[in-house]
């Protein structure tokens, strides 16, 4: 067939995907997938139903990345016959264009494929990388652009659509999809799925292990390996309330269940909010519920993100920064203003930190500039912290229970829509400036959005709880107190995270002294773990090296292992090290993890 030249990304409605779709648009995707362990493969069929927006478009495009096509048939109504196909050459960000000829009238096509080990959408973990120990495990993750890595189709938060599966596993084992998943269907190997809702594709997602269920409520639950399911239950019981807190503020749980699937240590982030099954770190289960904003963060975007999707990932701060303030409102509402403040104060002193480090100004903005970029590189803490900065900001101008009503107003007048950046201002100067005529202007909406320097008036949160670690860490620096005697007993998570990460260089005495009183080195909470181990790396602390290498191997989520590399890259002997540990650890980390080591490595020379 005649290739048709892809237009420049700059020109494309997202340039990060290559679908046509001003001529197709799908409306719904039927998979039919064989999960071959062996191979590290998925094996089958993927049948879109489109809207044919132009009737005289020839060509459909489709997104894909390393998928091998084996044979397209397109038609009408069911009635399919073979057709012709070109898979254009492979961009490094994009992966590759499908282009399908397309009969006259056709609006369904079948492609039949298979994945390839390396797909970037997918982890395969052999049984030794579970809980468990005895069966392989294997999950997606789909956000940004990796879908097309393990779905032809689509690949654009500008298009939606509904979806089914019939997805076949070795017999032991369970999978469970976005969608509307049973727990109490049989282990048979054959697992049938139904996602009525029109989704985006990087929503869609599936993980297949030895997978125990335990109900927290009459819609709530937990997935997990059979060894994790108990704590993790007992960690999230109060997922059914946080819902009701949720609903309360921002409109009906459109989505039927909200599960958890707690997956392996290599899982690249805290969590995904994959719809009705939120994917979860283990390393957020600390056993005194003191991380679980994670799960008020990914339920949150059951309203901004899954259901008033940003409509490319240059506008991602309507996804993660409406989700961020909502994940402090839950948290306020469900622990108390102490906890949500804690919080607030912790990402706002993340996103200073993060600032200093970033080199191009559009990335400190709400509106970076990622075209002929990968989507993934441009995230930072900086859509999530300084969207809700600008929430708050909003809050303090017009009051709290009038922006309340506001975003309740957005999440349910946007409700199943891609929206931009603008749409989110014309829809300020619609329902919000109104309601208080001269309070905000169009030049401080311009400095939130695009000015790399934050607004001079931004309320920067406190935190009375850090305010003690601040003296109790000066006490001791001052040599006033032993670390075995500070007032610690009680500190939150938060807490400890904040005291580590506010320690200035320090001598090995000292960290052999805080080691032995607070026993950072064997501690099981992961997070408080993370941090010990990237303070021991910045001062050099050789009896922790050991510890650090163990980690790296056992815990795959980013925010707590990039700092780590990032430390060991800053002296040459570190970077020698860093090479070594990932060259070890390499077969445990998620695609997207080795892409993040690998830069730094890169770049450090
Ligand atoms: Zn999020």
Same mark, same amino acid.
């Not at 997918?122 to 956000?143: D, I, N, V, Y």
């Not at 306020?332 to 993340?350: P, T």
């Not at 075209?371 to 441009?378: I, Y």
């Given at each position: 067939?005649?290739?048709?030249?892809?237009?420049?990304?700059?020109k494309?409605?997202?340039?990060?995907?290559?679908?046509?779709?001003?001529?197709?648009?799908?409306?719904?995707?039927?998979? #039919?997938?064989?999960?071959?362990?062996?191979?590290?493969?998925?094996?089958?069929?993927?049948?879109?139903?489109?809207?044919?927006?132009?009737?005289?478009?020839?060509?459909?495009?489709?997104?894909?990345?390393?998928?091998?096509?084996?044979?397209?048939?397109?038609?009408?109504?069911?009635r399919?016959?073979?057709?012709?196909?070109?898979?254009?050459? !492979?961009?490094?960000?994009?992966?590759? @264009?499908?282009?399908?000829?397309?009969?006259?009238?056709?609006?369904?096509?079948?492609?039949?494929? @298979?994945?390839?080990?390396?797909? %970037?959408?997918?982890?395969?973990l052999?049984?030794?990388?579970?809980?468990?120990?005895?069966?392989?495990?294997?999950?997606s993750?789909? #956000?940004?652009?990796?879908?097309?890595?393990?779905?032809?189709?689509?690949?654009?938060? =500008?298009?939606?659509?509904?979806?089914?599966?019939?997805?076949?596993?070795?017999?032991?084992?369970?999978?469970?999809?976005?969608?509307?998943?049973?727990?109490?269907?049989?282990? %048979?190997?054959? &697992?049938?799925?139904?996602?009525?809702?029109?989704?985006?594709?990087?929503?869609?997602?599936?993980?297949?292990?030895?997978?125990?269920?335990?109900?927290?409520?009459?819609?709530?639950? $937990?997935?997990?390996?059979?060894?994790?399911?108990?704590?993790?239950a007992? #960690?999230?019981?109060?997922?059914?309330?946080?819902?009701? !807190?949720?609903? @309360?503020?921002?409109?009906?749980?459109?989505?039927?269940?909200?599960?958890?699937?707690?997956?392996?240590?290599?899982?690249?982030?805290?969590?995904?909010?994959?719809?009705?099954?939120?994917?979860?770190?283990?390393?957020?289960?600390?056993?005194?519920?003191?991380?679980? %904003?994670?799960?008020?963060?990914?339920?949150?975007?059951?309203?901004?993100?899954?259901?008033?999707?940003?409509?490319?990932?240059?506008?991602?701060?309507?996804?993660?920064?409406?989700?961020?303030?909502?994940?402090?409102?839950?948290?306020?509402?469900?622990?108390?203003?102490d906890?949500?403040?804690?919080? !607030?104060?912790?990402?706002?002193k993340?996103?200073?930190?993060?600032l200093?480090?970033?080199?191009?100004?559009?990335d400190?903005t709400?509106?970076?500039?990622?075209?002929?970029?990968?989507?993934?590189?441009?995230?930072?803490?900086?859509?999530?912290a300084?969207?809700?900065?600008?929430?708050?900001?909003?809050?303090?101008?017009?009051?709290?229970?009038?922006?309340?009503?506001?975003?309740?107003?957005?999440?349910?007048?946007?409700?199943?829509?891609?929206?931009?950046?603008? $749409?989110?201002?014309?829809?300020?100067?619609?329902?919000?400036?109104?309601?208080?005529?001269?309070?905000?202007?169009?030049?401080?909406?311009?400095?939130?959005?695009?000015?790399?320097?934050?607004? *001079?008036?931004?309320?920067?949160?406190?935190?009375?709880?850090?305010?003690? $670690?601040?003296?109790? !860490? +000066?006490?001791?620096?001052?040599?006033?107190?032993?670390?075995?005697?500070?007032?610690?007993?009680?500190?939150?998570?938060? =807490?400890?995270?904040?005291?580590?990460?506010?320690?200035?260089?320090?001598?090995?005495?000292?960290?052999?002294?805080?080691?032995?009183?607070?026993?950072?080195?064997?501690?099981?909470?992961?997070?408080?773990?993370?941090?010990?181990?990237?303070?021991?790396?910045?001062?050099?602390?050789?009896?922790?090296?050991?510890?650090?290498?163990? &980690?790296?191997?056992?815990?795959?989520?980013?925010?707590?292992?990039?700092?780590?590399y990032? +430390?060991?890259?800053?002296?040459?002997?570190?970077?020698?090290? *860093?090479?070594?540990?990932?060259?070890?650890?390499?077969?445990r980390?998620?695609?997207?993890?080795?892409?993040?080591?690998?830069?730094?490595?890169?770049?450090?020379?």
């Amino acid at each position: 067939m005649a290739t048709v030249a892809l237009p420049d990304a700059a020109k494309r409605s997202d340039p990060h995907s290559y679908a046509n779709t001003q001529d197709f648009r799908t409306r719904d995707i039927a998979l #039919e997938l064989a999960v071959d362990f062996g191979h590290r493969a998925l094996r089958g069929s993927a049948t879109l139903s489109l809207e044919r927006v132009n009737a005289k478009a020839d060509t459909l495009v489709l997104d894909t990345r390393d998928l091998d096509i084996a044979s397209i048939e397109a038609g009408h109504a069911g009635r399919l016959a073979k057709t012709t196909f070109e898979l254009a050459p !492979r961009d490094a960000i994009l992966g590759s @264009a499908l282009l399908i000829k397309m009969p006259k009238g056709a609006d369904q096509v079948r492609v039949h494929y @298979a994945t390839r080990p390396q797909a %970037s959408g997918l982890q395969w973990l052999t049984p030794a990388q579970t809980a468990g120990k005895r069966h392989p495990f294997m999950f997606s993750q789909s #956000e940004s652009i990796h879908a097309r890595s393990w779905i032809p189709l689509q690949d654009t938060p =500008q298009v939606r659509q509904t979806y089914s599966a019939h997805i076949t596993t070795p017999q032991a084992l369970r999978a469970v999809m976005s969608a509307d998943n049973d727990a109490n269907a049989a282990k %048979s190997g054959s &697992y049938r799925f139904t996602m009525p809702q029109r989704i985006p594709s990087y929503l869609i997602a599936i993980a297949v292990g030895d997978l125990d269920f335990r109900a927290t409520g009459p819609r709530t639950g $937990v997935y997990a390996d059979p060894s994790v399911v108990a704590a993790a239950a007992k #960690e999230f019981e109060d997922t059914e309330k946080m819902l009701q !807190r949720c609903e @309360a503020l921002y409109g009906p749980y459109r989505w039927g269940r909200y599960d958890l699937l707690i997956l392996p240590p290599s899982f690249p982030f805290g969590g995904m909010e994959n719809p009705r099954l939120t994917f979860a770190s283990p390393t957020v289960i600390a056993g005194d519920k003191s991380l679980v %904003s994670l799960v008020a963060h990914e339920m949150a975007h059951s309203w901004s993100g899954n259901l008033v999707t940003n409509a490319t990932w240059a506008d991602i701060w309507l996804n993660e920064g409406f989700t961020e303030h909502a994940t402090f409102r839950i948290v306020e509402d469900v622990y108390g203003l102490d906890a949500a403040q804690q919080e !607030r104060a912790l990402s706002a002193k993340n996103l200073k930190d993060e600032l200093a480090g970033i080199e191009r100004d559009d990335d400190k903005t709400l509106t970076p500039d990622l075209v002929h970029r990968d989507p993934d590189d441009g995230l930072s803490g900086v859509p999530y912290a300084r969207g809700n900065l600008f929430l708050d900001y909003l809050e303090a101008k017009f009051t709290r229970p009038v922006v309340d009503v506001f975003l309740n107003g957005w999440f349910n007048e946007h409700a199943f829509q891609s929206v931009r950046t603008q $749409v989110f201002v014309d829809y300020l100067h619609a329902r919000l400036m109104p309601q208080k005529p001269g309070a905000l202007s169009d030049a401080e909406i311009e400095a939130w959005l695009h000015s790399p320097a934050m607004p *001079a008036d931004t309320v920067w949160p406190q935190s009375d709880a850090f305010v003690k $670690v601040d003296a109790q !860490r +000066e006490a001791w620096l001052a040599g006033k107190m032993p670390a075995a005697k500070l007032d610690s007993a009680k500190w939150t998570t938060h =807490q400890w995270e904040y005291f580590l990460d506010t320690l200035p260089a320090l001598k090995a005495a000292q960290l052999a002294e805080l080691d032995t009183a607070f026993g950072f080195s064997k501690t099981h909470n992961q997070i408080i773990a993370g941090h010990w181990w990237k303070v021991a790396t910045a001062n050099h602390y050789a009896p922790a090296e050991a510890g650090t290498e163990a &980690y790296l191997g056992e815990v795959g989520r980013m925010l707590l292992i990039r700092p780590i590399y990032k +430390e060991l890259v800053k002296t040459p002997e570190g970077r020698e090290r *860093a090479r070594a540990i990932y060259a070890k650890w390499k077969d445990r980390y998620h695609p997207i993890a080795q892409d993040m080591i690998e830069q730094l490595l890169a770049k450090a020379g």
